[in-house]
């Protein structure tokens, strides 16, 4: 399909639901599994340190395989490219599940995470087959159902493990990647007209698209939005069982408010999405978060409760709601012939940014809600200052529109 065809609207609920799925299945390999920990360890009889390393091992193959996958997208095909690594990731998951030694598995969850990394390609599509008017709104629902799924994640986590012990997270993720290798290929095309003819190898690529500034300003700005909702996830634990005494079944219950505020703050950026221009909606957002720390700061002065985290984070789910689509839509424009490596190298843009940062905040486990407050005000007003530096020109290069998906 070419870059600027755009799908029946009779196409988008199919292809929006196969998004949803790549991004429910994106969730199982490092959130739905944490509950497992322990039950690993044992079967391993390997220190609980080497389970850690095996979710960092995980999360660096990701970032490297996507890096790859993305611009061999725009080479070969959407499509071919996500059915293979679909497939790649499944193996992985069915050889861990099966391994009786922890090298083996540490080998398999690498084999999965190099499949996991086409998962990147969703934006690619959602670049390819959908109109600019609909883009910011499909970002915006994918936004909404990662952070709901992640907020869901601890206690789909629990009820897998007591049901099938730790691999019936992997049980699940095989069963999902096999429906969404399903949908793929009856949902996606592969013609020539999808596939890149540039002969460009993937180093040089990489530098034509690092080459315009605007390309790295919006992808700090979707970093610096992610880093504030990664950092609470990464110590959320500490905060609710640690500090505040909550059993895992409580931290699970409680963590589900998380996800209503993500279906709250996709609501509004949806509706801000039909009335303001792209970089509105980031300003508007960024704001949005420095508020939240603003708040997070004056409550951390009183004795800490679940309704005085969860109240800022509130606010703060909705700055990222509302931000990073339209930062990830703006991105994405300026390279839409290369929208698989622009979509890998944002997205490495927004996973080193989000880890360096909440690996910072955890640091202070003393003050974590003071360094939380401090950390989102100082980041949101880091990103109003990066909008500062574009040219004015490209303000209303993206127009709010009423066309809904």
């Known amino acids: 399909m070419s870059l ?6 009779n196409r988008r609920a199919p292809l929006l639901s196969l998004m949803v799925l790549m991004t429910a299945l994106g969730v199982f390999p490092l959130d739905v599994i944490l509950p497992s920990f322990p039950a690993l360890s044992e079967h391993f009889s390997a220190p609980a340190s080497n389970i850690a390393y095996s979710v960092s091992l995980f999360a660096v193959g990701v970032a490297l395989s996507q890096l790859a996958l993305g611009p061999l997208s725009d080479r070969f095909g959407r499509k071919n490219v996500l059915l293979a690594g679909l497939f790649v990731a499944s193996i992985g998951s069915i050889g861990c599940i099966y391994s009786n030694d922890f090298q083996i598995y540490m080998t398999f969850r690498l084999v999965q995470a190099i499949g996991c ?8 599509i959602i670049q390819d087959t959908f109109t600019p008017q609909h883009r910011n709104s499909a970002r915006i629902l994918l936004t909404t159902t990662s952070g709901v799924f992640i907020s869901l994640s601890p206690l789909l986590g629990s009820i897998l493990q007591s049901h099938w012990n730790w691999p019936g997270s992997f049980f699940t993720f095989a069963i999902l990647s096999a429906l969404a290798i399903c949908f793929s290929a009856l949902l996606l095309k592969n013609s020539p007209d999808s596939v890149s003819t540039t002969e460009a190898g993937i180093i040089s690529t990489y530098q034509k698209i690092l080459m315009n500034p605007r390309f790295s300003v919006y992808s700090s700005i979707s970093g610096i939005t992610f880093a504030c909702h990664f950092s609470f996830i990464v110590v959320s634990p500490i905060l609710f069982m640690d500090t505040l005494g909550l059993s895992a079944n409580q931290f699970g219950l409680t963590f589900m408010l998380y996800g209503f505020a993500y279906m709250c703050g996709g609501a509004f950026a949806g509706l801000v999405h039909r009335h303001m221009t792209p970089l509105q909606q980031m300003t508007l957002g960024l704001i949005l978060i420095v ?10 002065h009183h004795p800490l409760t679940p309704y005085t985290l969860i109240i800022p984070m509130i606010i703060c789910t909705a700055g990222t709601t509302i931000t990073r689509p339209a930062a990830t839509s703006l991105a994405l424009e300026l390279n839409p012939a290369a929208a698989g490596a622009s979509a890998s190298l944002l997205n490495t843009f927004v996973f080193a940014i989000g880890g360096v940062i909440s690996s910072i905040i955890a640091h202070f486990i ?24 574009l040219p004015k ?11 809904r998906l």
């Open 366 to 389: 003393n003050h974590l809600s003071v360094t939380l407050a401090l950390s989102f005000a100082g980041l949101g007003i880091l990103g109003l200052l990066l909008i500062r530096v």
């Open 291 to 300: 508020g939240s720390g603003s708040i997070l700061w004056i409550l951390s």
């Open 4 to 9: 600027d065809q755009a799908e029946p609207s």
């Open 117 to 124: 990394g086409s998962f990147v390609i969703s934006h690619a």
């Open 393 to 403: 020109e490209q303000d209303d290069k993206l127009h709010p529109s009423e066309d």
